[in-house]
């Protein structure tokens, strides 16, 4: 079983350079969710879908885009990234009914 | 700004002993959530209590809800080596869309052989 997978599990980017975090679930889940978790900050949600073609904003959704074109993918795309995106991200997904939700590894991503 | 916050930051404790950790939360909520994270993992999703329930088990773990008070604790019984891993309380509001979760900053568990 798969679950959750997110690529790459770390990245180091220049000021100003962009990319884009993959992240699938093949558990046919509506629901998915970006997160970051910063030293002592537990996590924030970015972005979210609660299905095909529908997304919208978390917390903290400045400097990021999401699209969500099949129920199975979600990514995460830094148009110009900067040293305060440094972080590590985590994507989830669910299903609805406010169940538990299934979390990646992480994409441990380094802005220098 | 964190719907939760974790009480204590930090936590030591000798094999066999009881570990137990304390949140609080600041609106109405639907649920309450405890995951488990691994140094460098992923979250693990230990136990969900909903807003009207009381108490919770699962193995040895004990999780409790007082929506009075907003606060939640949980409790992990006869610690082992292998339960050394930071734990986030998490919650979803009534009329959150999306199951989306607003986590607590966590408890940094260490539990020495």
């Known amino acids: 079983n798969a679950g959750v997978t997110q690529t790459p599990k770390f990245q180091v980017l220049k000021t100003g350079q962009s990319m884009t975090l993959q992240c699938a679930q093949d558990m046919n889940h509506e629901y998915m969710s970006w997160y970051r978790q910063d030293p002592g900050m537990g996590l924030r949600l970015i972005h979210y879908s609660v299905g095909a073609g529908i997304t919208d904003q978390g917390e903290v959704p400045n400097g990021y885009n999401v699209s969500r074109s099949t129920t199975e993918d979600f990514p995460l795309r830094l148009l110009s990234a900067a040293p305060s995106q440094t972080s590590v991200y985590f994507c989830?997904?669910?299903?609805?009914?406010?169940?538990?939700?299934?979390f990646g590894q992480g994409t441990r991503l380094t802005v220098v | 700004s964190q719907q939760g916050e974790e009480d204590p930051q930090a936590l030591s404790i000798q094999e066999g002993e009881n570990a137990t950790m304390n949140c609080s939360y600041k609106?109405?909520?639907?649920?309450l959530q405890w995951y488990r994270q691994n140094s460098g993992r992923g979250l693990v999703h230990l136990i969900l209590i909903r807003s009207n329930e009381r108490e919770k088990h699962s193995g040895r773990l004990r999780v409790t809800l007082d929506t009075s008070k907003k606060s939640s604790s949980l409790l992990i019984t006869a610690s082992r080596a292998a339960d050394t891993a930071s734990y986030f309380c998490a919650t979803a509001r009534p009329s959150a869309a999306g199951n989306k979760l607003t986590f607590g900053g966590g408890t940094r568990v260490l539990v020495k052989p």
């Open positions: 989830a997904s669910s299903l609805p009914g406010r169940t538990e939700a299934f």
């Open positions: 609106t109405s909520i639907n649920n």
